[in-house]
């Protein structure tokens, strides 16, 4: 019984990405519409600092921040 459960989840899962597959056209985006006006493109090196380094880089400074700037209540340690 498990086999024939294993099957149909198979074919059910094949069949639906096949559709996902078909029903995806990448040829489309060659078309251009009508006010599409693209800009230049862009180095890979500013490619990569735009949707790689830069994301890094905001994070580390508002998780720096929240850090820094963090008023919750702690537990001081006693000087002796």
Do not use: C, Y
């Not at 693209?38 to 720096?64: D, E, H």
Request: hydrophobic letters at 50%.
């Amino acid at each position: 019984m498990d086999n024939k459960n294993a099957l149909r989840a198979g074919a059910v899962t094949a069949g639906s990405a096949l559709m996902l597959l078909l029903m995806t056209s990448p040829a489309l985006a060659l078309t251009r519409d009508d006010g599409d006006d693209p800009g230049q493109s862009m180095s890979t090196a500013a490619t990569l600092g735009m949707f790689v380094f830069l994301p890094i880089v905001l994070f580390l400074v508002i998780a720096g921040l929240v850090m820094v700037l963090d008023k919750s209540d702690r537990p001081q340690k006693k000087q002796a």
